[in-house]
């Protein structure tokens, strides 16, 4: 996760008697020390960043850790990290999982991450709620903070009216996508939008803005249910190093690997890593092993109280 905008990923799940988050798993290649001190940690309702999305009920953008109610401010600073996102998962309000996502500072990080939010009782629109922007992205911040954003218009008006994962490559010609010359010239060549599930009416999209030099992620996959439920198959992918993925193939839950975990992500609603994808067996260990990928990330995407897609982020 050393050239990845996306730094350490954590999962942390309600404990038996769901009085705490506790840590079910986490990715911190680039960062072992603030993943030592993680190790020990569980987090009550509104403490810390995972108990304060679980109080909360939507995901919150911490853009920076001081005079926050983040608990390990030194240690991520000390690994050289500028951000952190939490991303509850509720199944019909119930929570399943907090996922947490920290990234590079800014000043050394081409990229973007932008939480977009909708209450219906104020506006039709989205309009940004949070903002972390990598270098040479002033201009992209400054037009995202003014932007509206009707639903069906723009990558997140887009994954909110589909409640799906959208995915944009090539973004200096998408027309789809509404500031694409703004966000090339920070350097920004895809980006994929997720809806977010929370607690009530109001509606949240994340919007993950990736540049060459520093991908969000190596490797981002998404996996749908087949029309009889029994498997998953790839609806698109991409690959920094093979480039487009083709659609299908299937994964089935009982497979191993990375196939296995994202399998359990959709079954069960919760998130999963895999720390050591080489050690793995699955249905992809001939593609991740040619793409030298070691990690993943699986996160389940809730549509209508169900579990409707599990996006896959590879580092």
């Known amino acids: 996760m050393h050239n990845t905008f996306i730094r350490v990923a954590e999962v942390w799940e309600p404990s038996a008697d ?29 403490e810390g960043l995972p108990g304060h999305a679980w109080d909360e009920g939507r995901p919150i953008l911490l853009e920076r850790f001081e005079h926050s109610f983040f608990r390990r401010t030194a240690a991520a600073q000390a690994a050289g ?60 911040e400054t037009l995202s903070r003014d932007a509206w954003l009707p ?24 027309a789809r996508f509404l500031r694409a010359q703004t966000a090339a010239a920070a350097g920004i060549v895809r980006a994929l939008a997720l809806p977010c599930s929370g607690r009530g009416r109001e509606n949240w999209v994340l919007s993950l803005l990736s540049s060459s030099s520093t991908p969000i992620a190596r490797r981002v996959e998404s996996w749908l249910p087949d029309a009889a439920g029994k498997t998953l198959q790839r609806g698109f992918g991409h690959c920094e190093s093979a480039g487009a993925l083709p659609g299908g193939g299937e994964l089935t839950l ?59 982020l590879y580092f």
């Open 18 to 46: 769901g009085a705490l988050l506790e840590l079910a798993g986490g990715l911190y290649g680039a960062a072992p020390a603030f993943g030592a001190l993680s190790q020990g940690l569980c987090f009550g309702r509104a």
């Open 81 to 140: 990290l500028g951000c952190a996102l939490a991303l509850p998962v509720f199944i019909d309000e119930r929570l399943t999982c907090v996922v947490v996502l920290l990234c590079g500072e800014a000043a050394t990080h081409q990229g973007a991450i932008e939480l977009w939010h909708n209450d219906p009782r104020l506006s039709g629109d989205l309009a940004l709620k949070e903002g972390y922007f990598g270098k040479d992205a002033k201009q992209l």
């Open 151 to 174: 639903r069906g218009s723009g990558l997140p008006g887009q994954a909110w009216q589909r409640e799906a994962v959208v995915f944009m490559d090539q973004l200096e010609g998408q």
């Open 254 to 312: 009982q497979s191993g690997g990375a196939g296995g975990v994202i399998g359990l992500a959709h079954a069960h609603g919760r998130a999963g890593v895999l720390a050591q994808l080489a050690a793995a067996p699955s249905e992809l260990a001939g593609e991740i092993q040619r793409a030298g990928l070691s990690s993943m990330l699986a996160v389940p995407v809730v549509a209508e109280g169900v579990v409707s897609e599990v996006l896959a």
